[in-house]
Antibody
Framework: QVRLQESGPRLLKPSETLSLTCTVS????????WSWIRQPPGKGLEWIGY???????NYNPSLNSRVTISVDTSKNQFSLRLTSLTAADTAIYYC??????????WGQGALVTVSS | SYELTQPPSVSVSPGQTATITCSGD??????AHWYQQKPGQAPILLIY???ERPAWIPERFSGSSSGTTVTLTITGVQAEDEADYYC??????????FGSGTKVTVL
């Protein structure tokens, strides 16, 4: 059974950079696509981007200039980096496996708060 | 940017049928997937590729497609089905989008 777990700092200041890591267990990361999705408190889901095991990426155009997603196959992990944070980036950040059958499974989520 | 349109809310009595629609210009060229999210929990995959149901999802959940609209149907709604439901799809540029979500209230 594949499991995903997000980790990283949860409280950041405006203008800082968010760095989260998703650790995958129960399957090799060297297959399928791996994605980040976020959800501001009380709001809907927003796709951030994905990475393939080869390192190929694709990002939400609305975040493209600030986001980088990378993969480390030796650690079975993939990571999210989001720069120039504002309060609007406060959200629960989820990692998920992605393929032609949608996003499944999801990690439990990590609430990241941006506040001075 | 590509958008998927869902009704904000649906109310249904126990045992009745709930229908949630999702409209998008890329349908039927693109698949739709559906997710259920209960308060404080991560979303789970409910229906994939328009109408396929994962083995762990009860049979009362079904999906269908007609033209530019896909539909999630919950037949014989139970109290535990009270949750937010999201449709999701992609566009020709390889990016992905979620609908705004539909809150299902069981009366």
């Amino acid at each position: 059974q594949v499991r995903l777990q997000e980790s990283g700092p949860r409280l950041l200041k405006p203008s800082e950079t968010l760095s989260l890591t998703c650790t995958v267990s129960g399957d090799s990361i060297s297959s399928d696509y791996w994605s980040w999705i976020r959800q501001p408190p009380g709001k809907g889901l927003e796709w951030i981007g994905y990475v393939y095991s080869s390192g190929n990426t694709n990002y939400n155009p609305s975040l493209n200039s600030r986001v980088t997603i990378s993969v480390d196959t030796s650690k079975n992990q993939f990571s999210l980096r989001l720069t120039s944070l504002t309060a609007a980036d406060t959200a629960i950040y989820y990692c998920a496996r992605m393929n032609s059958g949608g996003f499944n499974p999801w990690g439990q989520g990590a609430l990241v708060t941006v506040s001075s | 940017s590509y958008e998927l349109t869902q009704p904000p809310s649906v109310s249904v009595s126990p045992g009745q049928t709930a229908t949630i629609t999702c409209s998008g210009d890329e349908f039927p060229r693109r698949f739709a997937h559906w997710y259920q999210q209960k308060p404080g929990q991560a979303p789970i995959l409910l229906i994939y590729q328009n109408f396929e149901r994962p083995a762990w999802i009860p049979e009362r959940f079904s999906g269908s497609s007609s033209g530019t609209t896909v539909t999630l149907t919950i037949t014989g709604v139970q109290a535990e089905d009270e949750a937010d439901y999201y449709c999701q799809s992609g566009d020709s540029s390889g990016t992905f989008v979620f609908g705004s979500g539909t809150k299902v209230t069981v009366l």
